[in-house]
């Protein structure tokens, strides 16, 4: 338990106790702990303890032992009772800025509101709140806060969380105050998340260095309101409505700080748990070897977070796969693999032109693809049931099919164009043109662009349909979700890799920064049932052909090396893939 977890429970109680109308000075024990505890400089499970009690001035003895209670067992009966004692939307409500426990819970007896929700209908519906002491510029800043609370309470797409970090910390990078020590992003974000819920920032700085520092952060233009101010935790949320977390630490904090902080909360607890049982000891203070007695004093210096896994013999656990799913145990038998890098890939595929919904023309996306130094570029507009994309007929197909013929010629030697399209998969799991049509191309992407409710069963059965279809090279956006916006269509994943595998069927990781689909998380699912995934933009102007740099952040994340992707394999190599792909599939049938 960290002291920021021990401390927002001991503010919940307080809370909660206000909402009870207990007494007054039980109530401020409890804040007022939860201040002391906040601006500890060191982890409170290392103070030092006098007769098994933790001894920090301002703390009696009875929060003293509820503190034990916490740091061993990692719960508190008292709390958790207390939790149970009060409506849960008195709880949700007090999350509101501007709403204290005491109208809280008025709110809750006179009117029945139990939570936000309730809440806002009762603003919109005019009831009577004013009788009761709310008046008109209350009530209009508890719907803003509601407003806010609702926009603010959602997580971030990587990309928008991404920009916003960098901007910040190349601001507080350059200080006019010449700083030592270092500033990193950490959290989600530093795991390449496909969402996150704020932007989390490790800084080390020198003491004397501080205030300016804190001065120079404060004033960012960015910042919409400040949240939370201390000696070494800040808070602010930006215009965007994101929060930003910053934590200050002396410069030989920094590395520890930065992994703990990086998280994620899993990985950080299996790697305590494990470690606990060869004595040492880690927390965002440092690591500490028992060195008997129960005295962890003894710090273990470490550089950098190579070195900090090396303390316990493991590999470097990248960032990206630091979800506790199953990386410690592979870092303790050095058996992290070496992840795919951008610069592996050698070409792209899934790409739109004007022939369709594009924005660029053919020739300006092998252009571009030139000019970013790929070998190879798959086309694959929209087929002809995609009518409000634009779709091809058969017969603007095959035009297109010759102009990529007489491309070819132009740029042998420096590019090789792929003839493709990005076939709908129609109800039945049909594909949108007769095979005639169909083998006239490299390559053929399906995806599921319509009839998106389906049961489950039926949408699985439609895409293996698809993927029985001999032309079908890969299957694109598994799911159809657009992230923060739209759930994907329900499929059965784990089945449909059967199916792949068994059909050596590609599987496309749509690397459009909303789309991200294949979930990384079932990434390390294909490559064990070894189906190959193809990073793809789904690009619609040149310059989003960069996606491909997020479909690789994710990647990772699923434990991709350089040969679970298609696309870094040789123009030469995927004519063989392809081929063999449609052999295989024409002679099982
Ligand atoms: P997010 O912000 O929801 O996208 O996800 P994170 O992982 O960035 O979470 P956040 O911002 O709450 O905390 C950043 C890191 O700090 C987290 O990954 C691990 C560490 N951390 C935060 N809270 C706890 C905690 O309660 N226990 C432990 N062990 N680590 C924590
Ligand atoms: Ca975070
Ligand atoms: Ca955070
Ligand atoms: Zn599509």
Redesign the pocket.
């Known amino acids: 338990m960290t002291n920021s977890e021990i401390a927002g429970i001991f503010e919940q109680i307080a809370e909660i106790l206000e909402i009870k109308a207990e007494n007054s000075f039980k109530i401020r024990a409890y804040s007022n702990a939860a201040r002391v505890i906040n601006s500890l400089g060191e982890n409170i499970s290392e103070v030092s303890k006098e007769d098994g009690l933790i001894n920090i001035p301002g703390i009696g003895k009875d929060l003293s032992l509820k503190i034990k209670e916490l740091l061993d067992t990692g719960h508190l009966v008292y709390y958790d009772e207390l939790v149970k004692s009060v409506p849960q939307g008195i709880l949700e409500l007090i999350k509101l800025r501007g709403l204290g426990p005491k109208k809280a819970n008025m709110l809750y007896k006179t009117f029945h509101i139990n939570g936000i929700d309730d809440l806002y209908d009762a603003i919109l519906s005019n009831k009577p709140l004013k009788a009761h002491g709310f008046g008109e510029k209350t009530i209009e800043n508890l719907k803003k806060s509601i407003e806010e609370y609702r926009a603010f309470s959602q997580r971030f797409l990587y990309v928008d969380a991404l920009e916003q970090a960098l901007a910040f910390v190349s601001y507080l990078k350059n200080t006019p105050h010449k700083l030592s020590g270092e500033i990193m992003i950490a959290?989600?974000l530093r795991r390449k998340m496909e969402t996150v819920?704020?932007?989390?920032i490790v800084a080390s700085v020198e003491e004397k260095d501080n205030k300016a520092f804190i001065e120079r952060f404060l004033n960012y233009d960015d910042i919409l309101r400040v949240e939370s101010t201390g000696g070494t935790k800040l808070?602010v949320v930006l215009k965007s409505g994101i929060?930003v977390?910053l934590r200050i630490v002396p410069d030989e904090d920094f590395v520890y700080a930065l992994h703990h902080?990086t998280g994620s909360k899993l990985h950080n607890e299996e790697l305590r748990t494990l470690e606990k049982k060869d004595g040492y000891k880690i927390s965002e203070y440092g690591i500490f070897k028992d060195e008997g007695a129960g005295n962890t004093t003894g710090r273990v210096r470490v550089a950098n977070e190579a070195e900090f896994y090396n303390v316990f013999r493991m590999q470097f656990i990248p960032p990206e796969l630091r979800e506790g799913a199953g990386e410690i145990e592979a870092a303790s038998n050095h058996a992290i693999p070496e992840l795919v890098e951008e610069r592996d890939l050698q070409g792209i595929f899934h790409v739109h032109t004007t022939y369709t919904d594009g924005k660029d023309s053919l020739e300006e996306m092998v252009e571009a693809s030139l000019k970013s130094g790929y070998k190879y570029i798959g086309i694959s507009d929209h087929s002809v049931s995609a009518y409000y994309a634009n779709g091809l007929t058969g017969s603007d197909l095959k035009s297109q099919i010759g102009y990529i013929d007489g491309l070819n010629n132009k740029y042998k030697g420096k590019i090789k164009i792929f003839k493709g399209i990005e076939s709908d998969i129609l109800a039945d799991g049909k594909l949108d043109y007769d095979d005639e049509t169909l083998s006239m191309l490299d390559f053929v992407i399906a995806s599921v662009h319509s009839k998106f409710n389906m049961p489950e069963f039926r949408m699985t059965e439609r895409i293996i349909n698809a993927i029985k279809n001999p032309y079908t090279t890969m299957i694109g956006h598994l799911t159809g979700r657009l992230l923060l916006e739209r759930k994907g269509y329900g499929v059965d994943v784990p089945k449909i890799l059967d199916y792949a595998s068994k059909y050596r069927t590609i599987i496309e990781l749509n690397a459009n920064p909303k789309r991200l689909d294949i979930d990384w998380r079932y990434i390390k699912e294909a490559i064990s049932k070894s189906v190959l995934i193809s990073i793809n933009p789904d690009a619609h102007n040149a310059s989003s052909l960069y996606f491909v740099h997020y479909g690789v952040n994710i990647a990772k994340k699923g434990w991709a090396t350089k040969s679970d992707i298609l696309n870094t394999r040789s123009a030469g190599d995927l004519l063989r893939i392809f081929r063999d792909i449609r052999n295989y599939k024409l002679m099982s049938k």
Request: proline fraction near 0%; charged fraction near 30%.
């Open positions: 959290g989600s819920g704020d932007i989390d808070g929060h977390d902080f």
